[in-house]
């Protein structure tokens, strides 16, 4: 019974420290800002915008209501155990079972304090780019597209292909998604860099082993930049014809979208919508977020915190490798942390990566 107390006056201590480390008090101003610019009279004249702020409100509440809801049920089994006798071994079980519950609940909270960066609440647009390794590299991009796909739909983000372009032989040269998520850049940040995959290659005749790279980007979609005022002037927008998938579905309009940002040499393209204008739209909304990232970040040690440092993507510069023979195993080069089941990981099982990162920048900080 004495242990049982003080593990739940130690837990008891530790939800207490949340409301700083979670940053509510912050947190409800900025509710209550955002309620007061849900109740104006125009507010769904923008309904993407005012949508996004509606899932703000309600991502703020349910981290308060969390909170809340935690600290109550920890004061009530610590008035529980004041009156308790240590023979009424029943109540004592189910004290115990309920102080896991709340231990389990707390952990959850506790993992969002790892992000408090300024743009982990946001959605992200990912790029894989495949590197040295020719048809091998294009197929690992796919690989690599399947896995982050796989992450988003465990827990229930939406995610879509932006653009893409095909490999001669297999996979993509490059893909483009937007990922929708909470704290999508927070945990998807830990994996912008060059991931090495070793493996037998299926499109090599004698079976060799190779080794192939691809870079991944994370782009956070910051929402306030689509206030930014772009000079058309500064803007050239080409148009194609957007790949399809074949038969009924091939797009016989340009309605892709390239939009190069000329004073900065940004380039942005976008062909998932079958509209032009609708592409253009996304498109012109990925180059504002660049743009206020630019803004923002004048210091270079700033500019890799937030997009990782921008290497070759070639041999030396990974920040994790996917062995698949000739034996298995998956190691983050930052952190160290490493898995020997490799096909558990390309299925989306990244989040024991993520938060080594995650405690490692904490660390840092």
């Not at 960066?117 to 991009?141: C, F, K």
């Not at 939009?259 to 942005?268: A, F, M, Q, W």
């Amino acid at each position: 019974m004495k242990e049982l107390n003080a593990n739940i006056n130690d837990l008891a201590g530790k939800i207490e420290k949340l409301p700083a480390l979670l940053h509510l008090p912050k947190q409800e101003k900025k509710l209550a800002d955002l309620t007061s610019k849900a109740k104006a009279d125009d507010f769904w004249q923008d309904s993407q915008h005012a949508a996004s702020i509606n899932k703000e409100i309600s991502d703020i509440q349910d981290e308060i209501s969390n909170y809340q809801v935690l600290r109550d049920e920890i004061e009530a089994l610590q008035g529980l155990m004041l009156e308790i006798a240590e023979e009424d071994i029943g109540l004592l079980k189910e004290i115990e079972v309920k102080y896991r519950e709340i231990a389990n609940a707390y952990q959850s909270l506790e993992f969002l304090t790892l992000f408090s960066g300024q743009y982990d609440r946001y959605d992200i647009v990912m790029t894989i780019n495949s590197g040295a390794g020719g048809d091998e590299a294009q197929d690992w991009v796919a690989m690599l597209l399947r896995m982050y796909l796989r992450f988003a739909e465990q827990r229930n983000w939406t995610a879509e292909i932006i653009s893409a372009s095909r490999g001669s032989e297999a996979g993509y040269k490059n893909v483009v998604l937007e990922i929708k998520g909470k704290y999508a850049y927070g945990q998807l940040r830990s994996e912008s860099g060059v991931h090495r995959l070793v493996r037998l290659s299926p499109f090599d005749a004698d079976q060799a082993r190779h080794t192939s790279f691809a870079m991944v980007d994370i782009l956070p979609i910051i929402e306030e930049a689509l206030a930014i005022q772009v000079d058309p002037k500064d803007i050239r927008i080409d148009t194609y014809r957007a790949s399809g998938a074949g038969g009924q579905k091939v797009n016989k309009t340009d309605s892709a979208v390239r939009v190069v940002h000329e004073p900065t040499g940004i380039v942005v393209t976008c062909q998932n919508e079958r509209s032009q204008a609708q592409n253009k739209e996304t498109a012109m909304k990925i180059l504002k977020s660049k743009l206020q990232i630019l803004q923002d970040l004048q210091v270079e040690d700033e500019k890799r915190k937030l997009k990782g440092e921008i290497t070759d993507a070639a041999w030396g510069n990974q920040i994790r490798s996917y062995v698949l023979h000739p034996y298995k195993l998956v190691k983050d080069h930052r952190t160290d942390f490493q898995s020997t089941d490799p096909d558990k990981v390309l299925d989306g099982d990244l989040a024991e990566f993520i938060q080594a990162y995650l405690l490692q920048q904490q660390h840092e900080a």
